[in-house]
């Protein structure tokens, strides 16, 4: 065996122990798919070095020809084995698994047969022979068929790095700087390998495409070792980023997008483009908060440094705080009211005072004057106000929820019921009114003539929101632990200022004298007095929604 074989069995010997032991590493996470398909890819790529360095130390032609028959079909299950890998670690194995692994094994059974097939068909091998250009290397013609080998290698090998590179473009950023080695090392000896076919590799004669293999060990060794590429913890974090409902964007030093995590691409679109609005939203470090499509998005920004502590980029995160944003409104709207309430209890208070003293001093003029007297029509107007005057102060004791309340036990459904046909006269000829109750849906512990007039006021506000008629429907559900009272109408509705300001005392949108503005206020503190909920939903020409929650009493 002369020197030229030597210089080059051993580096392949070489190249396919250090592909051999990168499966120590891997041996750990052997129970996780990746694991046992990158100890798979291991083994069989380090077989094709191997078969070469023991075809050129084989002494005969009876020893040699079986190993260069059995070279095209490692070479194509290292291939696919790559191909599983890469598509198991991408995440795409899932979604492809009866499809990939059908078209794998067609391909490998294809190889495997052309292999096998007679040398003197000439459809794979045409004749073998020892080279005469390098001692003990063995030379074949090439068959009709072989092309197709080497077409189906190159793209399975390609595509696969393709999705490879694809997967870490569009999502798999912790992995950029090892996947990029990877790649490299892994398009190297198909590179050299392309090389051979046009002569240019020879190296006494010699392919050096099995001698490349080294690159993907190296490559390999080097993601694995140095950035972790097979740990779970990387890993972890790519899923988590993935199954984030905040949108995140990772944009580069000229903020031009680098990557973004599902969210992200959805709220995008198809084009991925950083278009308008969101190129301001994401480029801008002024812009806090970002509303889009009724959704209110905190906007937080958070530097990417290299290793050399200089900023590469920015992590720009989207949460969604809109239900939080509508939780504080709500929580100053209760404030808001609690306060104006107490000062109206207040003053409740002491206007019944003064009321008091009025009215009494009323009846007794009234009693002690002289029949036909002209000052008794004086008190009588005197007195006509201060009832009403006593009426405005009892609203205002109901909305700051300090008014005497009378609850027993009664049936929601039936108190409505009962009330159908004056609630039809409130509403008038041209509003149709239909009730939804539902049956057996427990019994609520309130004031029975406060819940009565909740009704007729509502019924008020709904005919002079339908001053061309429309439909009222009155809804009863059972919740857990308390029972619900829908008030809704198909009129002219609420923008956001009225809507926000609907249970404030004496603010109305009704015109004419008639209206205090104290009604729904009204309404607001019997039902939190009687330990329940309001809430109105309501857009602009869209009507008007009214849901009480009132608790089951014991």
């Not at 059974?109 to 007679?118: E, H, I, K, S, T």
């Not at 076919?197 to 050096?208: E, I, S």
């Not at 409505?416 to 006269?425: C, D, I, K, S």
């Amino acid at each position: 065996m002369g020197p030229e074989i030597h210089s080059y069995v051993l580096p392949l010997y070489a190249a396919s122990l250090g592909m051999l032991a990168l499966c120590v590493p891997a041996w750990r996470a052997r129970r996780e798919p990746i694991g046992g398909l990158f100890i798979a890819m291991c083994v069989l790529t380090s077989l094709w070095p191997l078969a070469v360095g023991l075809e050129l130390a084989a002494p005969t032609m009876a020893w040699k020809v079986p190993l260069a028959r059995v070279r095209p079909l490692l070479i194509t299950l290292s291939a696919s084995s790559l191909a599983l890998l890469i598509l198991q670690f991408t995440g795409e194995l899932k979604a492809y698994r009866r499809h990939t692994n059908g078209l794998l094994a067609a391909g490998v059974a294809g190889v495997a047969l052309l292999v096998a097939l007679p040398t003197e068909l000439g459809w794979f091998h045409h004749s073998f022979e020892i080279s005469t250009r390098a001692p003990y290397r063995l030379d074949w013609d090439s068959g009709r068929l072989e092309p197709l080998y080497f077409g189906y290698v190159a793209m399975l090998t390609m595509v696969a790095l393709g999705v490879l590179a694809a997967s870490t473009r569009k999502r798999g950023f912790a992995y950029r700087r090892s996947v990029q080695i990877v790649l490299a090392g892994c398009l190297t000896p198909l590179a050299l390998n392309a090389m051979a076919k046009l002569h240019l590799t020879d190296w006494a004669g010699m392919n050096l495409a099995p001698l490349g293999m080294l690159a993907p060990a190296v490559a390999w060794s080097i993601a694995l070792y140095r950035y972790g590429m097979l740990n779970l913890v990387p890993l972890g974090r790519a899923t988590v980023l993935e199954t984030m409902r905040d949108m995140v964007f990772i944009l580069d030093r000229d903020g031009s997008l680098a990557d973004c995590n599902g969210a992200a691409l959805a709220a995008l679109g198809s084009t991925a483009a950083l278009t308008e609005p969101w190129s301001n939203v994401l480029r801008d470090s002024s812009v806090k908060q970002f509303e889009r499509e009724g959704r209110t998005f905190e906007v937080t920004r958070t530097p990417v440094l290299d290793a050399g502590r200089s900023e590469a980029g920015v992590v720009v995160m989207l949460h969604d705080v809109t239900d939080w944003v509508q939780a504080r409104e709500r929580l100053q709207e209760a404030h808001r009211l609690e306060m104006v309430g107490r000062l109206a209890g207040g003053m409740a208070h002491e206007y019944n005072n003064l009321l008091t003293v009025i009215l009494g001093y009323t009846a007794l003029i009234r009693e002690t004057g002289q029949p036909g007297s002209e000052v008794l029509p004086l008190v009588d107007c005197i007195d006509g106000a201060g009832q009403k005057a006593a009426k405005l102060t009892a609203q205002m004791l109901a909305f700051s929820r300090r008014q005497m309340l009378r609850p027993v036990l009664l049936d929601l459904d039936e108190v409505v019921a009962g009330m159908e046909n004056l609630l039809r006269q409130v509403l008038g000829k041209t509003i149709t009114l239909t009730l939804s109750l539902k049956s057996d849906i427990g019994l609520v512990k309130v004031d029975r003539h406060q819940l009565e007039l909740l009704l007729v006021e509502l019924a008020i506000n709904a005919r002079d929101a339908m001053p061309d008629g429309g439909v009222v429907e009155v809804v009863s559900a059972l919740l857990e632990g308390a029972v619900r009272l829908i008030f809704r109408d198909n009129g002219k509705g609420m923008d956001k200022v009225t809507r926000d300001r609907a249970f404030e005392p004496f603010f109305t949108t009704h015109l004419g004298a008639t209206h205090t503005g104290l009604g729904l206020s009204m309404v607001h503190g019997f039902v939190l007095q009687s330990g329940g909920r309001i809430e109105i939903r309501s857009e602009e020409g869209q009507g008007t929604e009214i849901r009480i929650d009132l608790p089951i009493g014991d």
